[in-house]
């Protein structure tokens, strides 16, 4: 009997295959082989995102297929990586990402992302595409839109590229308070991570808004070591509703445990 896979294969003509061959869906949407012995065990949300995100069928008709047909075995994997690359196809098909943008598959193995969840402060994988900009979140994020930051002269800019496959903070509210900016650098260097730059931290708001059913760090403010506004590190805030607050008012020396920072580790 074929293993368990983490994808299926999507044909031009609308069959679904898995990774043995095995037909699991034929050219009408059916089940394409009467014989269980030759479904391999596919993941419902792989399933999913890989077909809607294709076009291939709605949301609607896979559950039906699916649960009609038993072609599939739910459940879920938090840490697998092609568990994880799907969510983040299905997340990026919902926020109305073009097309053109795809989620690459990501490097890294299953036991990586049990050592950053098993970490004193547990990271988990979001993905950042290269071509992001502030300015294409007005579109993407209704809640954001028309915030000084999304336009086109805001004056931000970003220290360094952070972008593909990210580690980044789980807590919901910010780590890392009662440091200075220097301080909180050191503290990154030292754990191999990089200060967020906006972007990468509007993704993880959004990420959280999915996972948590609210935006990330109500209470506690967020430097943002990676990028600046008027030569001043910035630090943000999520108001409950989805706009942000970014500000540029916190000086280097500003300790309080109200003002923590976050980070990714590229992976």
Same mark, same amino acid.
């Given at each position: 009997m074929p293993s368990a896979v983490s994808v299926v294969q999507i044909e031009e003509s609308g069959v679904v295959k898995d990774q043995a061959r095995h037909k699991l869906v034929d050219e009408k949407g059916l089940l394409g082989?009467?014989?269980k012995r030759c479904r391999a065990p596919v993941e419902f949300i792989q399933m999913v995102a890989q077909m809607v995100s294709e076009g291939v069928f709605t949301l609607d008709e896979i559950g039906k297929l699916a649960y009609a047909n038993q072609v599939v075995h739910v459940g879920l994997d938090q840490y697998d990586p092609g568990v994880i690359h799907s969510q983040w196809i299905a997340l990026y098909k919902k926020w109305g990402v073009n097309k053109n943008l795809q989620v690459s598959k990501p490097g890294f193995t299953r036991a990586k992302v049990m050592e950053m969840?098993? &970490? @004193?402060?547990?990271?988990?994988?979001?993905?950042?595409h290269p071509k992001f900009t502030l300015p294409m979140f007005n579109d993407l994020f209704p809640s954001m839109k028309g915030h000084w930051s999304l336009e086109h002269n805001s004056g931000v800019e970003n220290s360094y590229e952070l972008s593909g496959w990210l580690f980044v903070e789980a807590a919901i509210e910010a780590p890392w308070c009662s440091t200075k900016q220097e301080q909180l650098g050191k503290?990154?260097?030292?754990?191999?991570?990089?200060? &967020? @730059?906006?972007v990468a931290y509007y993704v993880f708001g959004q990420y959280c808004k999915e996972t948590h059913?609210?935006?990330p760090d109500f209470d506690r403010w967020a430097r943002l070591l990676g990028s600046s506004g008027d030569g001043r590190v910035l630090s943000a805030v999520f108001y409950s509703r989805g706009m942000p607050h970014v500000s540029r008012s916190f000086g280097s020396?500003?300790?309080?445990?109200?003002?923590?920072?976050?980070?990714?580790?590229?992976?």
């Open positions: 082989c009467s014989d969840a098993s &970490l @004193t402060e547990p990271r988990v994988p979001i993905f950042v503290i990154f260097d030292r754990l191999g991570a990089k200060g &967020l @730059t906006l059913d609210r935006y020396s500003r300790v309080g445990s109200d003002l923590g920072g976050r980070s990714a580790v590229v992976a």
